[in-house]
């Protein structure tokens, strides 16, 4: 799978650093973009752990994402925490909710689990608007949303999803050689066989489901204070789960730098269709991806490799 | 020592009764078959030990401690392990991969311990040249030999064999019964299913026959093989 993990590690750490270093040579809009570009990488990521490795495809992500909004914002009203306290916080809150959550709904086999976590997702998007009509606590302002304290500056929103990113794109690296991720391989090509063969299959689902779930969420958080409104309609929105997946797809799942060059593919293009097409760039954007699809089903990440896994495989 | 105690066990699946009541004993060490016609019950009674099934009645002792109602992988981690009749991979994983995922969560190994465990079972089982193929590319007879090698992985001492040698030639199935051999000397105890019976008759040390999910003879092999009820079950009234 990865036997040039040198070259990838060198080329990832210098482009690491590069990022690092990025705002400080470049304008506000660019850095802007990276932000941008970062929360979906870090995003389709977390849905790529356990969609590409552990093969449950999950259709309701964006409840993490939710929660993390809500309870960062709560926390950062409420109590008055700072705000990447108020994060943290928030990803432990969704950790606990995808781990009451994710022990009966792992359990559901294939589509099974897409249609049970997209329906779970829809819930939780009508109980978040009428969260504060039903419960003496009120959380998320119902269809009017929340709004959050005006963060200052624009720099430190870009650095937390460059980290966001870096620790998903990390963990995806972690996974190709460690026993976690074998484990993960394993449920994931043959569930079935995996269990036969010592592995507790909904204990690794859910430890990599809870996991993913603390991204999602710390990302939805650092999302909404960077927005400074938040309401349930957009942070619950199937939208941006199935953004997650297009971008995922887009780079190739099942591969550590897939959901990154899908996320930056896509929302660069869109950023430089939607000034020049305004009325008809998603017309465009559906057709390319319709094209990559059709002549790269790998990904993005799949052409590219196409070359050495060509020589690859005429080496006896 | 009893290795595994099946007892009384009964499974129905709605209205079929796949298996009535089978009670059998194994010794450690041992090599038990199990054989008898299509729908015998073979599998079910393969699946009810490894823990694919619960039974409906009765229950599974294994090394005095009732296993029924655990689940596979328990089971698995307890110390039983199970081909199947269908030999099953990781199919985009390497064959080495196959293998050790089954050392790495069989019996907790650290991924050295595993790299190797897998390099030696490959070894053992005659796979070493194919350790870095995907899995999917071996062929039949191939995919027999990864299956077991993964189940000697998993650090089991009890291995359960479903038609391990269904679709081997001849010379095959000689150099299979003679690799089953050194897997006993290994210190591991075999249950065989085979409808082989030349197989069956240079391997085991014992067999139980099923007929209709029913325990109808048991005893060495060629003293079974000579059993009325045996021959009738086989081949119809007529020859009984």
């Given amino acids: ?78 109590l008055g925490l ?27 086999r294939g589509a099974y689990f897409a249609i049970g976590t997209l329906a779970l997702a829809e819930s939780a998007k009508q109980l978040a608007l009428a969260w504060d009509r039903l419960i003496p606590f009120p959380l998320t302002g119902g269809s009017a949303g929340v709004s959050l304290p005006l963060a200052s500056g624009y720099v430190g929103f870009y650095y937390v999803m460059l980290v966001l990113m870096t620790a998903v794109t990390g963990a995806a690296l972690w996974l190709q050689r460690s026993k976690f991720g074998y484990g993960l391989r394993a449920v994931g090509e043959n569930d079935r ?4 063969s010592g592995i507790n299959i909904h204990r690794l689902r859910r430890r990599l489901y809870v996991g993913s779930a603390f991204v999602i969420a710390v990302t939805g958080g650092t999302a909404g204070y960077w927005l400074s409104y938040i309401n349930a309609m957009e942070s619950f929105s199937a939208a941006v789960t199935f953004q997650m997946v297009v971008m995922t797809l887009l780079g190739g799942l099942g591969t550590p730098f897939g959901p990154v060059l899908g996320a930056a593919f896509l929302t660069l293009i869109s950023e430089y ?26 990904g993005l990440s799949g052409l590219l490799q196409l070359g050495r896994r060509r020589r690859l495989e005429a080496t006896p | ?33 199990i054989i008898g ?66 050392a790495l969560y069989g019996h907790g190994a650290t991924l050295t311990d595993a790299r ?35 189940v000697l992985a998993t650090g089991a001492p009890l291995i359960l064999l479903d038609e391990n040698m269904a ?42 026959v099923l007929n209709y999910g029913e325990k109808i003879a048991e005893g060495r092999p060629a003293d079974v093989m000579q059993d009325a009820t045996v021959v009738k079950a086989y081949l119809g009234e007529a020859h009984g």
């Fill in chain 1, 82 to 108: 700072p705000f990447v306290v108020s994060a943290v916080l928030a990803g432990v809150v969704a950790m606990g909710i995808a781990y009451a959550v994710g022990t009966p709904t792992l359990r559901l």
């Fill in chain 1, 193 to 196: 066989l995996a269990e036969a």
């Fill in chain 1, 273 to 298: 269709l939607g000034t020049r097409l305004v009325y008809y760039y998603l017309i465009v954007i559906g057709g390319i991806i319709v094209a990559i699809s059709l002549f790269a089903p790998s």
């Fill in chain 1, 1 to 78: 799978m990865l036997r040039a993990l040198p070259l990838t590690e060198t080329l990832s750490l210098t482009a690491l650093a590069v990022l690092l270093l990025l705002p400080l040579g470049i304008g506000a809009y660019p850095v802007r973009l990276a932000t941008v570009i970062f929360m979906w990488a870090a995003l389709a990521g977390a849905w790529n752990l356990l969609a590409g490795y552990a093969g449950s495809v999950d259709l309701g992500p964006v409840v993490h994402y939710g929660v993390g909004s809500f309870a960062t914002a709560a926390f950062m009203l409420k």
């Fill in chain 2, 37 to 102: 016609p299509n729908g015998a019950g073979k599998s079910t009674l393969f699946n009810v030990i490894a823990g694919l099934d619960a039974p409906s009645e009765g229950e599974v002792v294994y090394r005095g401690r009732s296993i029924s109602g655990l689940g596979p992988d328990a089971v698995c981690r307890l110390g039983i392990a199970k081909t199947f009749q269908i030999p099953q991979l990781f199919p985009r994983m390497t064959v080495a991969e196959n293998v050790l995922v089954a």
């Fill in chain 2, 116 to 150: 190797r465990q897998a390099r030696e079972w490959l070894a053992f089982v005659g796979l070493r040249d194919k350790e870095r193929a995907a899995a999917e590319t071996l062929s039949v007879a191939e995919r027999r030999r990864a299956d077991l090698a993964r």
């Fill in chain 2, 167 to 208: 679709g081997l030639n001849q010379t095959e199935v000689e150099a299979a019964v003679a690799l089953l051999h050194q897997v006993r000397e290994r210190g591991r105890t075999l249950v065989v299913t085979e409808h082989i019976m030349r197989a069956i008759l240079g391997l085991a040390d014992r067999v139980v």
């Fill in chain 2, 1 to 33: 020592m009893r290795l595994l105690e099946v007892r009384r066990v009964t499974k129905r699946f709605g209205s079929l009764l796949a298996l009535n009541g089978v009670d059998f004993t194994l010794a450690e060490h041992e090599i038990l078959g």
